[in-house]
């Protein structure tokens, strides 16, 4: 019954979508106010439609509904209550019924707060957004419907892949999705822009804060992504360069280059092509990253269950939104115009070198990624060219990137002062020089960490000196900058944050990586080791039973007298073995354990690493997404942006 | 010439979207075979070698192991997610088969080498350690995993690109071992 409601519900979620589409664009060229307001009324409707469908699908894996194949496949009645919810979108179908919710969800908030948008463009707005979801409502119903019913229903369910069952999964599904779907209400209001043939300051300054939340809900996402990598398993590594992880990090690196370019269109009226082109291909590198995880074109450690017929429908989803977005671009880009004139230094100047940095760097990760593929189609198998190709070119553009990221702020709009912005930051200059002794005296002489730790030393005080300069630290009363600190809007705040988050980054995948300290090993229970000089004594090997599995639990007493115990777990309803590492974090370090192969008679395989400041990378995202968070509070965007005097104007001359 | 070059610039995001779909397409074409490889150097000599290996106490892998007998080389890496798919095939061909297999530790740290194989087993009979990928150019390593069969004679039969499944080595490498004599 709940699975029909759920069925029922999206169908018409799917009618919805298509009149969402459809009838406000029509009204749109052909000034009907009724039709344009329609969008309204279709979004709200989509977004009680899609809740109905998706609480449906929740409340299916609640109740452990097994006549429904997906909840068949993918949920076990002893699973923990958290897994059962978190089921419902951990599998191809449910994730797709996520996608939609979420849509639905900024469909029916671009209609809210969207009321001092011109009409037509919010009209047309709306309309691409429900075109979208018609994409993918046809999708679903087509080729993954999540309601399909088994027939006869099996006694108990398949359960969820162990690996999956983790409350860092739980969770990055759904904020990459928020951050996916963020970026489709960007390429929305481009498409809608490109229709009405202008981009103007105020289109700007709506498109900011969705591609703010788009990106703060993608560094969330994928940051919760690497840290479940980090822990769950037990690789020792954060990030692989996998595929799966760059389908997400390429659409991140573009909302990045899309976030400081309409602050340009914002600002300075100029760059506006750039930054329509970019809102497309930041969703379009969604829309390829679905279809590489869900066709099974790449083999992948978290390739969904794949199938051809599927990666053929997004493979068409991406033609024709794409496509037609770029079609548009092609016949009206020509005609938005320059905007507002800069020089080469400029604040204008450092975010045009972010954008070409980011698109350059965004390009390599797609060749690295795409490459096996295209191999593979030229008749070769399916390799890997791995983290050797990244570090070789991805890496050093983030040099130079880190370098502008402090330098940017400090320079004027329109034409700055290249000398004058180095000299006010002679006190990074100075830390990164200290940064450089620091690291040769401590740890010696290699250039790859020299410079990391550099750049992190350059930024995190470059990023603080132009907050004290705006807040006027040194040279004002105290009084007179405190006024100043708490008059600075929260963007600003914001943007340091962002930075100076960039900055603690850098150190940690900096040390993590450099000084990291491995040891591989057999111990019996009573042999003790020493690893970065703590010593690690392993006590005893014992089984013990966990909810839905089983373990063998090794437990190391460290000097310090504190007990680590990593697992090594056998689930029992798929058989499969995980390994589940032991992980003590002392703020600066990390110190990893993982229990292999063994027995009693030979002793166990034990892994230990050291990694110096890991922990950093997560503090680092954490600042980040802290950054985007306070950014989007800002009260430029909380209140509605002013009503421009020129809707009527513009309005008529479509 | 002017607006031709800029509507050519316009139109070049719309191009390159073109490409890469009819790209996409063809991968989901039915009916590929992955395992087709035209490599230059099958029935040719195998190019010279000469590695230290992973481990700092045994003999590393050069060119006088793949004389005299046949043997299978396979190109591997710790961070390679593939090789991990391909890792148990492998263990059964050296262990069961009794396959002579000579590993090719590409583009990676012997340390990280011997992590991984201290989690999974350790099948090769002697692994040579390849950190800057010189070897793998001379070898024509597209990636990893990559697996090459080699006569007799120290000349390459057979190429095979991407992680070995229990199928290919059953209808495949197996064969040609036999038909090379083994």
Known sequence: ?654 | MRRLLRFALFALPLLSLALLVAWFALALAPGRDPSLVPSALIDKPAPPISLPSIYPDRPGFSSADLQGRVTVVNVFASWCVPCRAEHPVLTHLAREEGVPLIGLNWKDRPEAARAFLAELGDPYERIGSDPGGRAGIDWGVYGVPETYVVDAAGNIRYKHVGPLSKQDVEETILPILRRLGR
Request: proline content about 5%.
């Open chain 1, 1 to 654: 019954m709940i699975a029909e409601l759920g069925l029922y519900a999206l169908v018409l979620a799917a009618v919805t979508s298509l009149l969402q589409g459809t009838v406000p664009l029509i009204g749109a060229a052909r000034r009907r106010r009724a039709w344009m307001d329609f969008a309204d009324h279709a979004a709200l409707t989509q977004l009680i439609l899609v809740s109905v469908a998706f609480g449906c699908l929740i409340a299916l894996f609640v109740f452990s509904d097994f006549s429904v194949r997906l909840v068949a496949a993918n949920s076990h009645t002893q699973k923990p209550m958290l897994y059962k919810v978190s089921g419902a979108w951990g599998n191809h179908e449910g994730s797709l019924l996520l996608w939609v919710f979420i849509l639905a969800l900024f469909g029916a908030a671009v209609a809210r707060f969207g009321q001092a948008l011109a009409p037509t463009l919010k009209a047309r707005v709306l309309a691409v957004q429900g075109l979208i979801g018609l994409g993918f409502h046809a999708f679903m119903l087509a080729t993954s419907n999540p309601f399909e019913r088994l027939d006869p229903a099996p006694a108990d369910g398949n359960d969820l892949n162990p690996l999956l069952q983790d409350p860092g999964l739980a969770f990055h599904p759904p904020m990459l999705y928020l951050g996916y779907v963020g970026l489709s209400v960007a390429y929305a209001f481009a498409v809608a822009a490109l229709i009405e043939g202008r981009v103007d300051p105020a289109w700007a300054r709506w498109v900011r804060p969705w591609t703010l939340a788009a990106w703060t809900a993608l560094t969330a996402g994928i940051a919760l992504g690497s840290w479940w990598a980090y822990y769950e398993l037990g690789w020792g590594g954060w990030w692989f360069w996998d595929p799966v992880e760059n389908a997400s990090f390429m659409p991140w690196l573009m909302a990045t280059a899309l976030l400081h370019s309409a602050s340009v269109a914002e600002k300075r009226d100029a760059m506006k092509s750039w930054t329509v082109l970019l809102a497309i291909i930041a969703f379009g590198l969604s829309l390829m990253g679905t279809f590489l995880v869900r066709s099974g074109v790449l083999t992948s450690v978290h390739t969904f269950a794949s199938d051809p017929g599927r990666g053929l429908f997004v493979l068409a989803l991406l033609a024709i939104a794409i496509g037609g977005a770029l079609i548009l671009f092609m016949v009206r880009a020509p005609a938005l115009g320059q905007g507002g004139l800069f020089q080469p230094v400029s604040r204008e100047g450092a975010l045009l070198v972010n954008n070409l940095l980011l698109s350059a760097a965004a390009a390599t990760v797609f060749l690295g990624t795409l490459y096996p593929l295209f191999l593979d189609i030229a008749g070769g198998g399916v390799v890997s060219v791995g983290p050797p190709y990244f570090e070789a070119t991805f890496v050093p553009m983030m040099v130079p990137l880190a370098l502008a990221a402090a330098v940017g702020p400090m320079l004027a709009w329109r034409r700055g002062d290249l000398l004058a912005a180095l000299e006010r930051l002679w006190l990074a200059g100075l830390a990164a020089v200290l940064a450089v002794l620091a690291t040769l005296w401590l740890k010696g002489a290699a250039i790859g960490p020299v410079i990391g730790m550099a750049l992190a030393a350059w930024l995190a005080v470059g990023a603080v000196t132009e907050w004290a300069e705006r807040t006027k630290l040194l040279g004002a009363s105290v009084g007179e900058s405190l006024r100043r600190a708490r008059h600075l809007p929260r963007a600003a705040y914001g943007m340091t944050l962002a930075h100076l988050g960039l900055a603690v980054l850098i150190a940690g995948v900096t040390a993590s990586s450099a000084w990291k300290e491995e040891r591989v090993l057999r111990m019996a229970p009573g042999d003790s080791v020493e690893i970065a000089g703590t010593r690690l004594t392993l006590e005893a090997v014992e089984p013990v039973v966990g909810p839905n599995y089983t373990a063998m639990q090794a437990r190391f007493i460290t000097d310090g007298g504190a007990t680590m115990t990593p697992q090594r777990r056998s689930y029992w309803v798929q058989g499969t073995l995980t390994t589940e590492a032991a992980i003590r974090s002392s703020g600066l370090a990390d110190l990893h354990a993982v229990i292999g192969e063994g027995d009693g008679a030979e002793g166990w395989v034990v892994r230990l690493y050291h990694q110096p400041l890991v922990p950093w990378i997560w503090l680092g995202a954490l600042m980040m997404v802290l950054g985007g968070l306070l950014s989007l509070s800002d009260r430029r965007l909380r209140v509605a942006a002013p009503r421009k005097a020129t809707v009527p104007a513009a309005a008529a001359q479509v």
